[in-house]
């Protein structure tokens, strides 16, 4: 963790006049106080490297650990907008807040992107710059893909990896992407914007939590995508300051719901 006086020696703003691009990174978050305030400074840097103008949302889930306090404080010192509820919504519906919230502030929708990271480190901030990357390349939707042979992962989340791509290949057969269960992704904002739009009303577009809601939203965003690309992205699960949240069999129960709906449309516009 860093000193006050040294976040404060070089200011985040930007000005106006040359607001270009606007990268949105918005992180679920549920007592992830051990982590969030590095998250948010390596985000920071690694941004601030790649000279486009940013905003970094954060919706507090009902955390019970000092993550609000953290993260109040680094609201001084970086473009930092905080949302949050009081009880409990879950990693769905929070991430579907925080798009909903870019839809409704973001200036210029066909080139301001919303990027999804996860608040326990699990993902790297780095591997923003490379879905960025490919959205200014033309791509409206960036999907991360996990390498199953990279570093080690705990044995629940291999077992559910592998036996997901057996009983639930409906999920895998057809998606535009070959990692469908990864949450680290890149949207344009108009994709999100005309999918809720067409969404249903006010109900909620991401039902399901977990890796099914990455599915589940994947599915909701892919007929409004003119592309869709992926790069790989590194997963590392050594590095959370906190017991995991996976549970196998959750997880599976909530993939098998799905996988009797039409998840992927036959072509895309």
């Known amino acids: 963790m860093v000193g006050r006086g040294q976040l404060l020696s070089?200011?985040?703003?930007?000005?106006?006049?040359?607001?270009?691009?606007?990268?949105?990174?918005?992180?679920?978050?549920?007592?992830?106080?051990?982590?969030?305030?590095?998250?948010l400074w390596k985000i920071?840097?690694?941004l601030g490297?790649?000279?486009?103008?940013?905003?970094?949302l954060v919706h507090n889930d009902a955390s019970t650990d000092d993550t609000q306090a953290v993260l109040e404080r680094y609201q001084r010192v970086l473009p930092l907008t905080l949302l949050g509820s009081q009880d409990r919504v879950g990693y769905g519906r929070s991430v579907e807040k925080l798009?909903?919230?870019?839809?409704?502030?973001a200036s210029y929708p066909k080139r301001d992107c919303a990027v999804i990271l996860q608040g326990d480190f699990t993902e790297n901030p780095d591997d923003v710059i490379s879905?960025?990357?490919?959205?200014?390349?033309?791509?409206?939707?960036?999907?991360?893909?996990?390498d199953m042979n990279g570093h080690r992962m705990p044995l629940g989340v291999k077992i559910v990896r592998s036996l997901s791509r057996w009983p639930l290949s409906t999920i895998f057969r057809g998606a535009p992407v070959s990692d469908p269960l990864n949450g680290l992704r890149?949207?344009?904002v108009i994709v999100l914007k005309k999918a809720l739009r067409d969404g249903p009303g006010d109900e909620p577009l991401v039902r399901t939590e977990g890796w099914a809601a990455n599915v589940e939203l994947l599915s909701r965003l892919v007929p409004h995508a003119r592309r869709i690309a992926e790069v790989p992205a590194e997963v590392r699960h050594d590095l959370r300051?906190?017991?995991?949240?996976?549970?196998?069999?959750?997880?599976?129960?909530a993939l098998m719901k799905l996988r009797r709906r039409d998840l992927w449309p036959t072509s895309n516009p």
Not at 132 to 146: F, N, P, Q, Y
């Open 10 to 39: 070089r200011p985040w703003f930007v000005c106006p006049s040359i607001e270009r691009h606007v990268i949105y990174v918005c992180i679920p978050a549920h007592n992830e106080g051990r982590t969030i305030g590095v998250l």
């Open 44 to 46: 920071r840097n690694t």
């Open 49 to 56: 490297e790649f000279s486009r103008d940013y905003r970094i």
């Open 99 to 105: 798009l909903r919230h870019v839809v409704e502030n």
């Open 131 to 146: 879905l960025v990357k490919m959205l200014e390349g033309g791509a409206d939707i960036v999907a991360g893909v996990t």
């Open 186 to 188: 890149a949207y344009r």
């Open 241 to 253: 300051q906190r017991e995991s949240r996976f549970r196998p069999l959750s997880t599976l129960m």
